[in-house]
């Protein structure tokens, strides 16, 4: 296992704390929000972990992504992990 596999293990766990951070940070929004809603649906950390690590296919992938796309909060994390990864 080279640096760059431990480096990936990094971006992903912190990645997961964002996530989490996320999920605490709308429910504290006032109930006019939708953003509550919205990061009820994102998936949890560990299927968000299995995508980025390649453990997902076929519909589920398919719909995550789709879910990615139209999520800031997800899109957020995942960009965090591809910059921590390339810095």
Do not use: Q, W
């Not at 990094?10 to 953003?35: D, H, M, Q």
């Not at 299995?50 to 899109?75: F, P, Q």
């Amino acid at each position: 296992m080279g640096i760059g596999f431990f480096l990936m293990r990094i971006a992903v766990f912190v990645t997961v704390l964002y996530l989490i951070y996320c999920f605490y940070k709308a429910s504290r929004k006032p109930a006019g929000e939708n953003t509550a809603e919205a990061v009820s649906t994102c998936p949890s950390p560990k299927v968000f972990i299995d995508y980025t690590e390649g453990r997902i296919s076929g519909k589920k992938k398919k719909d995550i992504a789709d879910h990615i796309a139209g999520c800031k909060n997800c899109r957020d994390a995942l960009k965090k992990v591809f910059d921590t990864t390339r810095g």
